[in-house]
């Protein structure tokens, strides 16, 4: 969703160009209200899954969900389901997907295969910015521990510029990462992680409940910490522009800020 957030950055600063200082104050204020209600929307909790079948996405390419299936098959992973964020759907319908939700065969680390395509207006303007390639391929590995904690890494280097805050161990691979080094690279990481903290046992998800309750924490959390940020942080918009923030950037980062309690 950080690229969806570079998208409405970018309509606001072409917004501006040329502007009236009164058509520059509603830009502002339409531009951070907007981004605002979107980040709270998607980082407000709990969200809504369902299963679901890969015809309900006729724009689906089901290559890379296969393939990664088969590598990680291979590894010991057994497919749990296909699930569909509904709350990622409602709030950002050009880019709808689902995700093949897999589980290690000690069901300590589950997997998410995910096929992300822009479509339409939002692909020509994010093409265009060149923030993101024509199609994104994704594995993420993900290991709850206790007290809300987790491990999680993923082949988006690059690509994720968002902060997930203390509680989630983030380590980001690149895209072309084959499956069998992502999870050699996660297990290394729980192994360390174990060694160093006798309380880092990991949290078991074997069931499709187990993988849904999991989610839901993981909702939480990141919920407790965007909210700590007033909804975005002087960091996460200086990465997402490229460049130390302008006089207009940060007015429009004070904007987004003081949108919490309007927002909701």
């Known amino acids: 969703m950080e690229l969806l957030l570079l998208l ?51 724009e689906a390419d089901l290559a890379p969900y296969q393939a990664g299936e088969r590598e990680l098959h291979a590894l010991g992973f057994r497919t749990i389901a296909d699930v569909e964020d509904l709350t990622l759907s409602e709030v950002y319908p050009a880019m709808r997907t689902f995700t093949r939700v897999l589980v290690d065969d000690a069901g300590l680390i589950r997997a998410g295969i995910y096929h992300l395509r822009p479509r339409g207006m939002m692909l020509g303007m994010l093409q265009l910015v060149r923030m993101v390639p024509r199609e994104l391929r994704v594995i993420e590995l993900v290991t709850e521990v206790p007290r809300g904690r987790f491990v999680v890494t993923a082949n988006t280097a690059g690509l994720d510029l968002l902060d997930h805050g203390p509680a989630v161990a983030l380590e980001r691979v690149s895209q072309a990462t084959p499956a069998v080094r992502l999870v050699e690279r996660h297990r290394a990481r729980l192994t360390e992680l174990v060694r160093k903290r006798a309380d880092a046992s990991p949290v078991a998800v074997t069931r499709y409940e187990d993988v ?23 960091d996460e918009l200086e990465r997402m522009k490229g460049r130390p923030l302008e006089p207009g950037d ?11 309690g309007a927002a909701r």
């Open 250 to 260: 940060e007015e429009f980062l004070r904007a987004i800020q003081d949108h919490g």
């Open 8 to 58: 409405a950055g970018g309509l606001l600063t072409l917004s501006l160009l040329g502007g009236r200082v009164g058509n520059r104050a509603r830009a502002v204020e339409h531009g951070a209200r907007r981004v605002r209600t979107e980040l709270d929307a998607v980082y407000g909790g709990e969200h809504r899954y369902q299963r679901c079948e890969p015809g309900q996405f006729p």
């Open 212 to 234: 849904i309750a999991s989610l839901q924490r993981g909702n939480v959390v990141a919920a407790m910490h965007r909210k700590g940020l007033r909804g975005l942080s002087r």
